[in-house]
């Protein structure tokens, strides 16, 4: 899983076309838009494109002004599942003399 939050800003007379374009693009969810052309938007891996490529996608739409990634989250699904021969990590990271 890749999950990565990110703020758009775009040149407000285009903001609504915009904001379609990304609408209909697989992998994006707009979460929040402002008046100024502002977006936060989280873009996810999609079955045939990681988030990166939509990502460097979303730059081209017209009237973006910047994209800006904010956060980034990344899990492995086959680190999901107990490791039972693996080791125990320690609880406290205080140095112990």
Wanted: charge should be negative.
């Amino acid at each position: 899983m890749n999950i990565c939050g990110c703020l758009v800003h775009i040149a407000p007379d285009q903001a609504e076309a915009a904001a379609r374009t990304m609408r209909n693009t697989p992998g994006v969810e707009i979460h929040a838009q402002a008046e100024d052309g502002r977006f936060v938007i989280v873009v996810e891996d999609t079955q045939s494109r990681l988030a990166s490529e939509i990502i460097m996608d979303l730059h081209q739409i017209p009237g973006v002004i910047s994209l800006t990634l904010t956060y980034h989250h990344f899990e492995d699904p086959a680190e999901d599942t107990p490791h039972p021969d693996a080791q125990s990590q320690t609880t406290s990271r205080r140095l112990t003399l």
